[in-house]
């Protein structure tokens, strides 16, 4: 029916007002219209089933004319023809939400570092729909709030952030986080102002009356918490809300693995090629740097240069033992040495024994003599 069937977000707020309005005149119940303000999808349509079950009841009741059945009949099936553009209108925006979230999860494809995926992540739960979003980062068991977002309120976003960042959540204290953590499953918390295991501080600060949590799991544990409230279309949250942004997080899992693994990728070229320098600075000592390129064509390319090509004991070490005595000259430490090799402080240790072994060193002052000796220089730190 073409004038039943709401044509824009407006007509369909009028038409449900005006179906539980005519409904309420008729039956006498007068609670059916909601209170003004905002259209909320999901409370109408609860609504307009109330008005189709109290108008049914009536058509089935005994002492009712023609004309009355006649009128009732009439408004039960505008009732549900609203009832069913409403229902429509909750559908689309639900499948519109789904494909919000894939285009959020292709926007953060661009990202390439771990600070700044965190930092977009609200930004992104905020374009979904939420008016405040909040990721945490989970150590151990406490959840400290990385970033946020609140929609055009500066203010709300950087004191959710302090707050949670100065105090902690802490699983086990926060019933719902601790659920979402041990079960990886995201949660809807309906009574936030009300529940004595919330996170206190966060929750009078925003003020939120319900909430979804996600769990961010990456590398095969939960690393992160993902929150959000009132949705700009109702106001609050529901479960397609825990469901969304639990589908969200589950993308945003993938993202970090892949940021994760680029920044190691990253370190990994670093730190090889700090190794390729300083071989090469010794090789440049030893055999003397390479002059400027001629202008006759070059000959073919001469074989690798081997370990064993250099001035001896230094040929005797090994690609590792060249790597450690790098860091001994440039004055490191077995602790700084190993954290820039991605090794443990044992095995830097015995990496130092067989270095002055090989090279006659009673200490490391020796061997960095030495190496000045035989190279005429000692190599700069690495960096």
Same mark, same amino acid.
């Given at each position: 029916?073409?004038?039943?069937?709401?044509?824009?977000?407006?007509?369909?707020?009028?038409?449900?007002?005006?179906?539980?309005? /005519?409904?309420?005149?008729? %039956?006498?119940?007068?609670?059916?219209?909601?209170?003004?303000?905002?259209?909320?999808?999901?409370?109408?349509?609860?609504?307009?089933?109330?008005?189709?079950?109290?108008?049914?009841? /009536?058509?089935?009741?005994?002492?009712?004319?023609?004309?009355?059945?006649?009128?009732?009949?009439?408004?039960?099936?505008?009732?549900?023809?609203?009832?069913?553009?409403?229902?429509?209108?909750?559908?689309?925006?639900?499948?519109?939400? #789904?494909?919000?979230?894939?285009?959020?999860?292709?926007?953060?494809?661009?990202?390439? %570092?771990?600070?700044?995926?965190?930092?977009?992540?609200?930004?992104?739960?905020?374009?979904?729909?939420? /008016?405040?979003?909040?990721?945490?980062?989970?150590?151990?068991?406490?959840?400290?709030?990385?970033?946020?977002?609140?929609?055009?309120?500066?203010?709300?976003?950087?004191?959710?952030?302090?707050?949670? !960042?100065?105090?902690?959540?802490?699983?086990?204290?926060?019933?719902?986080?601790?659920? #979402? #953590?041990?079960?990886?499953?995201?949660?809807?918390?309906?009574?936030?102002? !009300?529940?004595?295991?919330?996170?206190?501080?966060? #929750?009078?600060?925003?003020?939120?009356?319900?909430?979804?949590?996600?769990?961010?799991?990456?590398?095969?544990?939960?690393?992160?918490?993902?929150?959000?409230?009132?949705?700009?279309?109702? &106001?609050?949250?529901?479960? $397609?809300?825990?469901?969304?942004? &639990?589908? $969200?997080?589950? &993308?945003?899992?993938?993202?970090?693995?892949?940021?994760?693994?680029?920044?190691?990728?990253?370190?990994?070229?670093?730190?090889?090629?700090?190794?390729?320098? $300083?071989?090469?600075?010794?090789?440049?000592?030893?055999?003397?740097?390479?002059?400027?390129?001629?202008?006759?064509?070059?000959?073919?390319?001469?074989?690798?240069?081997?370990?064993?090509?250099?001035?001896?004991?230094?040929?005797?070490?090994?690609?590792?033992?060249?790597?450690?005595?790098?860091?001994?000259?440039?004055?490191?430490?077995?602790?700084?040495?190993?954290?820039?090799?991605?090794?443990?402080?044992?095995?830097?240790?015995?990496?130092?024994?067989?270095?002055? /072994?090989?090279?006659?060193?009673?200490?490391?002052?020796?061997?960095?003599?030495?190496?000045?000796?035989?190279?005429?220089?000692?190599?700069?730190?690495?960096?």
């Amino acid at each position: 029916m073409d004038d039943d069937v709401p044509a824009d977000r407006h007509q369909m707020h009028r038409a449900v007002r005006d179906a539980l309005a /005519r409904t309420a005149e008729l %039956t006498r119940e007068p609670g059916l219209l909601p209170a003004r303000g905002a259209l909320d999808l999901r409370l109408a349509d609860a609504a307009l089933h109330t008005a189709e079950r109290l108008l049914a009841a /009536r058509l089935a009741g005994p002492g009712t004319d023609d004309e009355a059945q006649r009128r009732l009949a009439a408004l039960l099936i505008a009732v549900q023809a609203v009832r069913g553009s409403v229902r429509q209108a909750e559908l689309s925006r639900r499948s519109a939400a #789904v494909g919000n979230v894939r285009e959020a999860l292709h926007r953060l494809q661009s990202v390439t %570092t771990l600070a700044e995926l965190v930092q977009q992540v609200p930004v992104e739960a905020g374009r979904l729909g939420y /008016r405040r979003a909040l990721i945490s980062r989970l150590q151990g068991g406490d959840w400290t709030a990385q970033a946020a977002f609140a929609d055009e309120d500066p203010w709300l976003t950087a004191e959710l952030v302090r707050i949670g !960042s100065t105090s902690p959540g802490r699983l086990g204290r926060e019933l719902p986080e601790t659920e #979402v #953590v041990r079960r990886r499953v995201p949660v809807l918390v309906r009574d936030a102002q !009300s529940n004595p295991r919330v996170h206190r501080e966060l #929750v009078t600060l925003s003020g939120t009356r319900c909430y979804v949590a996600a769990p961010l799991v990456a590398r095969g544990e939960v690393v992160a918490l993902v929150h959000a409230d009132q949705h700009q279309d109702s &106001g609050t949250v529901d479960s $397609f809300d825990r469901e969304l942004l &639990g589908l $969200f997080a589950e &993308g945003l899992g993938l993202a970090f693995e892949r940021v994760y693994c680029q920044e190691q990728l990253r370190a990994l070229r670093n730190r090889l090629e700090d190794q390729a320098r $300083f071989v090469g600075d010794v090789l440049d000592g030893v055999l003397g740097p390479a002059g400027p390129p001629e202008a006759v064509p070059a000959p073919p390319p001469a074989p690798p240069v081997s370990f064993q090509q250099l001035r001896w004991p230094l040929s005797e070490l090994t690609r590792r033992e060249l790597d450690v005595l790098q860091h001994l000259c440039a004055g490191e430490s077995n602790a700084e040495a190993a954290a820039k090799l991605y090794v443990s402080v044992e095995t830097v240790k015995t990496h130092v024994k067989s270095v002055l /072994r090989k090279l006659g060193a009673a200490n490391r002052a020796e061997a960095v003599a030495l190496v000045k000796e035989l190279t005429g220089q000692v190599p700069a730190p690495s960096r």
